[in-house]
């Protein structure tokens, strides 16, 4: 549960950064401020997929997160 935890703060970083980040240049859409922060999702998403990744990616020696993706 704590590297789920570690997870989820890797993506709200990524998320509020790319969000803040589009603001402070002056865009003010929230459509477009949100779609920014969905698309943080997209960096953690990657570092989970790759298998050389050890923190948290596949290739880590916790299998917590490996159980969540399966039914």
């Known amino acids: 549960m ?3 935890k570690q ?4 993506w709200f970083r990524a998320a509020a950064s790319a969000a ?3 603001y402070l240049a002056g865009e003010t859409d929230l459509k477009t401020l949100g779609a920014a922060a969905l698309a943080g999702f997209a960096g953690p998403l ?3 997929l790759d ?3 050890t923190e948290f990616g596949r290739g880590s020696k916790s299998s917590n997160l490996r ?3 399966a039914p």
Do not use: H, Y
């Open 2 to 4: 704590e590297q789920f």
């Open 46 to 48: 990657l570092k989970w």
């Open 67 to 69: 159980g969540l993706a």
């Open 7 to 10: 997870l989820s703060l890797t």
């Open 20 to 22: 803040v980040a589009l």
């Open 51 to 53: 298998p050389s990744a």
